[in-house]
C-alpha cells in the first residue's frame, strides 16, 4: 500500500471525485468500484482498517440459510451470487466450506432441513447462471469455484467430517456447501485492488466535521490522528460508509432526519478453540436452543465457533469486549452438542463485533431484523450506505457508485464482477526457505496470494524471520508482521496481530502469557519500520496488552473479575468515522 507520507500529501493537496469515510469492508469496495469507473478516489479510517465489523464476522461468505425459514429468498439468492461472485475472482481467500446438519444420540436426520437444503441448492444454480432462465450447463470454470450440492450423510461419514461428535452416536446428517475466507485480508486486498486504480487510502485519519458550500458536501474537515494535524480533504462527493458509526456522521444542518438510519446494534461474540479439544474437518451447525444455532468452523489451526446476537445499547463502540455470558452461552451449546467438558480456560481468543443492523421502528429482536443493506442520500447530497453483510460488500458498493454516477450523468458501467481481487499462488510453486514448512506454504498463499513470495523473501534475507510468532498452534510467520509494518500501514502491535496476522483470535492466551514475551517479539521486528527506539517498543507492547484487556481476548473464567459489558476503561467516543 501507499507510503504514509505519499498518501497524505496526496490528501492534503489534492481535489477528489469522492472521498470515502470509513475503511471496512463496504468503504473498501466503495472506493474499488468507484476508482475502477475513473474517479479519483480518497480512503480515511479513523482506526485501522477493518478494525470494526469487517474484523470480527464468521469468517464465511454464504447465502444465509436461515433466511429461508423466514422465507426471504429475495436476501438469500442476491447472497449466494455474491458469493459466487467472490469465489471467482478471490479463489485463494474465498474458498468452498463443507458444512454438515447431524443429528446425535436419538435424533433422525430432518427432513425439512433436507428441504431447505434443496432450496439452497437451487437458489445457487440460478446464482450461478446471473438468474438466466434458459437451461444450460456450467462451464468447467464455473465448476472450479463453486461449492458443491449438498447431499445426506450416514453415521460414519458424519464422524469422518466431524471427529468431536463421535462420542455422541450421529445417527446421519447433511452435507451442504458455503464459502469461508480471513474477513480483513479480503478487505486489505480490496484496499490494494482500489489503490491500483488510483485511490489513495490512509488510516489513522479522524473525520472532524463535513465541509459545506451553500448546503452541499464538499469534503470533510480530518485529523490525522498519528501527528496531529488537521487538514481538509476537498471532494465533489462524500460517501458514509462507517457501517455502526453511520447515523453519527450528518451535515450541520440537517433538514430531515429521515436522511440518515438509525442503527440498531447488535452484538455477535465468538470463540477460538483448540482443535485437539474440538477436532472437526467440516463445519458443523450446533443447536443453541430456542431454534437457533451456531456454527463450529475449521479456521487457521483452531476451531472458531460462533455468534450470539444481542442487541447492544451501549454507546462504546471502539471496544466490545465478549461478555462472560455470551462466551458461557457458546460453550454450553458446544459441550451439549458435542458431550464435551470446555471451558473459558480452553478458549484460546475471544472477541465480539457489532453489527450495523437498521431500525425500522419496530419492536423484533435484532435476530429478526433483516439484513438488507440501504442507500440513504442527505439534502447536502452526502451518501450514506450501511446494513448489509460481509457477503455483499460488492453489491453494497455498487449501489452507492450506481448514485454517484446517475448523479454526474456519466457512463461508467459497475466493474467489479470482473476484477480480480490479488493474485492467486499455487502453494508448491512458493519456495522452499529454510525453516518453513507446507503448512507454512499453503497459508501465506491463502492469505497473500502471490505476494507471498515477499513474506517468504524477507524470511529468506533475515532467518530469525522465519519462525513463528507463537511456538504452538498457528504457522504465522514474523516476516509477516515485517511486512505489514513496512507494506501495509499497519502502525501497530495491534495492527499486525488482530488484523493482518489473526494470531490476536487465535493465539491470544498464548500472546500474553510469559509476560507478553511473544508480543515483545513482535514490537522488536516492527521497530525498524516505524522507526521505534527502546522506549517507545516498549510502549507499543504495553499498548497491545492494554488493547487486549479492553477487547476481552482472554476471557476471564465465570465468577471471576474481568472487563466485561457492565464496565469499560475507555470514555464513550464521538466519532464521525469507523
Known amino acids: 500500500m501507499l507510503e504514509r507520507s505519499d498518501a497524505l500529501s496526496a490528501l492534503a493537496e489534492e481535489t477528489f471525485d469522492v472521498v470515502v469515510v470509513g475503511g471496512g469492508v463496504t468503504g473498501a469496495g466503495v472506493a474499488l468500484d468507484a476508482a475502477s469507473r475513473g474517479f479519483s478516489v480518497a480512503l480515511v ?9 469487517s474484523s470480527r464476522s464468521s469468517k464465511l461468505v454464504h447465502g444465509g440459510l436461515r433466511y429461508l425459514s423466514s422465507f426471504d429468498l429475495g436476501l ?28 446425535a444420540g436419538q435424533g433422525r436426520p430432518d427432513r425439512i432441513t433436507g428441504v431447505g437444503l434443496n432450496l439452497y441448492d437451487v437458489l445457487a444454480v440460478d446464482a450461478r447462471r446471473g438468474g438466466r432462465r434458459r437451461r444450460r450447463a456450467l462451464s468447467d470454470e464455473e465448476k472450479a469455484w463453486s461449492p458443491d450440492r449438498h447431499r445426506a450423510l ?33 478487505v486489505l486486498t480490496i484496499l490494494q485492488e482500489a489503490e491500483r486504480f488510483g485511490a489513495v487510502c490512509l488510516n489513522r485519519i479522524e473525520v472532524l466535521e463535513l465541509l459545506e458550500r451553500d448546503g452541499w458536501a464538499e469534503g470533510v474537515q480530518v485529523l490525522d490522528r498519528v501527528s496531529g494535524e488537521r487538514f481538509p480533504i476537498r471532494a465533489a462527493a462524500v460517501v458514509n460508509a462507517t457501517g455502526v458509526w453511520a447515523d453519527r456522521l450528518r451535515p450541520a444542518e440537517l433538514r430531515d432526519e429521515a ?29 443453541s436452543g430456542g431454534g437457533r444455532f451456531m456454527f463450529a468452523l475449521p479456521w487457521l489451526g483452531r476451531t472458531l465457533v460462533g455468534t450470539t446476537d444481542n442487541e447492544y445499547d451501549r454507546r462504546d463502540l471502539d471496544h466490545v469486549p465478549p461478555p462472560v455470558e455470551d462466551v458461557t452461552y457458546i460453550l454450553d451449546g458446544v459441550n451439549a452438542f458435542f458431550g464435551t467438558s470446555l471451558t473459558a480456560d480452553d478458549v484460546q481468543g475471544a472477541y ?11 419492536p423484533k429482536r435484532s435476530v429478526d431484523i433483516s439484513r438488507r443493506a440501504e442507500l440513504y442520500e442527505t439534502s447536502s447530497g452526502m451518501l450514506t450506505i450501511t446494513g448489509g453483510k460481509l457477503t455483499t460488500w460488492r453489491r453494497m458498493a455498487k449501489q452507492t457508485v450506481d448514485r454517484l454516477v446517475e448523479r454526474e450523468g456519466r457512463q461508467a458501467p459497475c466493474r467489479t464482477d470482473r476484477l480480480p481481487l490479488g493474485q492467486p499462488i499455487d502453494p508448491l510453486r512458493l519456495p522452499h526457505v529454510e525453516g518453513t514448512t507446507q503448512d507454512v506454504r499453503d497459508q501465506l498463499a491463502a492469505r497473500y496470494g502471490s505476494v507471498a513470495r515477499d513474506v517468504l523473501a524477507l524470511a529468506e534475507a533475515r532467518p530469525e524471520l522465519a519462525s513463528f510468532v507463537v511456538d504452538d498452534g498457528p504457522v504465522d510467520l514474523l516476516a509477516e508482521v515485517v511486512h505489514a509494518a513496512r507494506h501495509e500501514q499497519a502502525l501497530s502491535v495491534g495492527d499486525a496481530l488482530l488484523r493482518r496476522t489473526r494470531l490476536g483470535l487465535t493465539a491470544a492466551r498464548r500472546l500474553l502469557s510469559d509476560d507478553a514475551a511473544a508480543v515483545r517479539v513482535v514490537a522488536e521486528a516492527m521497530a525498524p519500520e516505524r522507526g521505534w527506539d527502546a522506549a517507545a517498543t516498549a510502549a507499543a507492547v504495553e499498548d497491545f496488552r492494554e488493547e487486549a484487556r479492553l477487547e476481552g481476548l482472554v476471557p476471564a473464567a465465570v465468577g471471576a473479575p474481568g472487563l466485561d459489558e457492565g464496565s469499560t476503561s475507555v470514555a464513550p467516543p464521538d466519532r464521525a468515522s469507523a
Open 45 to 53: 479510517e479513523r482506526a485501522d482498517y477493518a478494525s470494526g465489523t
Open 352 to 362: 465480539a463485533g457489532v453489527r450495523p443492523l437498521i431500525s425500522s421502528g419496530d
Open 154 to 186: 450416514d453415521p460414519h461419514e458424519v464422524v469422518e467430517h466431524l471427529p468431536a461428535l463421535a462420542g455422541r452416536g450421529p445417527t446421519g446428517g447433511h452435507l451442504f456447501y458455503d464459502c469461508q475466507t480471513d474477513d480483513s485480508r479480503l
Open 259 to 287: 436522511e440518515v438510519p438509525v442503527i440498531r446494534p447488535s452484538r455477535g461474540t465468538h470463540v477460538t478453540l483448540p482443535v485437539e479439544k474440538l477436532p472437526l474437518r467440516s463445519g458443523a451447525i450446533v443447536p
Open 76 to 103: 438469500v439468492r442476491e447472497a449466494l451470487l455474491e458469493r459466487q461472485i467472490n469465489a471467482r475472482l478471490a479463489p485463494h481467500l474465498v474458498t468452498p466450506l463443507p458444512l454438515v446438519v447431524a443429528a
